[in-house]
């Protein structure tokens, strides 16, 4: 089981930058694709980021949706169990809740089976 739990939430004025951090509390992160979502009322979550996992055979091996292209980066930090999102040049709608997600597999393709609680990002104009 992965528990994941996310961090770095807040409001910020548009152009600004945020860093989000989700943790997995498992011993098998190492094996665990990790991707970012982001979810506002009334719509579907929409997948924004992800990496694969040390050994994933993905090319390339991180994702980063048409919309956010150039201005968020996702790392990961294998050691310390964390996964990051930075966004830069932040926009308004770029408000939401921001999902850390996880799955059991290298490929950062598929289904994502584990979840975070969420954090709230509010952009101002």
């Known amino acids: 089981q992965v528990q994941l739990v996310e961090s770095g939430g807040g409001s910020v004025q548009a152009g600004g930058s945020l860093r989000l951090s989700c943790t997995a509390s498992t011993r098998i992160f190492r094996s665990n694709a990790m991707g970012w979502f982001r979810q506002v009322p009334g719509k579907e979550r929409e997948f924004i980021a992800a990496?694969?996992?040390?050994?994933?055979?993905?090319?390339?091996?991180?994702y980063v949706a048409a919309s956010v292209k150039g201005r968020f980066t996702i790392s990961r930090d294998n050691a310390k169990g964390t996964v990051d999102l930075r966004m830069n040049r932040l926009r308004p709608e770029g408000t939401a809740v921001y999902y850390c997600g996880a799955r059991d597999g290298s490929s950062w393709r598929d289904l994502y089976q584990y979840w975070g609680q969420g954090t709230q990002v509010t952009v101002s104009a």
């Open positions: 990496i694969g996992s040390p050994d994933t055979s993905d090319d390339p091996s991180t």
